[in-house]
């Protein structure tokens, strides 16, 4: 008998590149996301590109393989539950 819930969070990190909504034009005043984020000024990742995706590629790579999950899950016996406080991939809402 297994009881129990595995609890996997999604670590996950924004970048730019996801947001695939068309330019505001029509209204002056806008603040570039780097100026309006304070995720951009207030962490540093040493030796990583804030200004690129290697941030969200690094806090992808944390993530535990699905592979790996499944087995800790014991054939299904064992529930998950996961989360992540950010929708990095639009087709997930969409």
């Known amino acids: 008998q297994t ?3 595995l609890v996997v969070p999604i670590l ?3 970048h730019q590149s996801f947001d695939t909504e068309p330019a505001i034009t029509n ?3 806008i603040p570039k996301i780097h100026e309006a984020m304070v995720d951009c ?3 540093v990742w040493p030796g990583i590109d804030m ?3 290697e941030v969200a590629a690094h806090i992808d790579a944390t ?3 699905v592979g790996q999950v499944l087995q800790m899950t014991k054939g299904g016996a064992i529930p998950v539950v996961s989360f992540s406080h950010f929708v990095p991939r639009i087709e997930t809402y969409t």
């Open 51 to 53: 200004h690129s995706e």
């Open 12 to 14: 996950s990190w924004h």
């Open 41 to 43: 000024t207030a962490c």
């Open 3 to 5: 009881s129990g819930v």
């Open 27 to 29: 209204w002056g005043g």
């Open 63 to 65: 993530n535990l393989p």
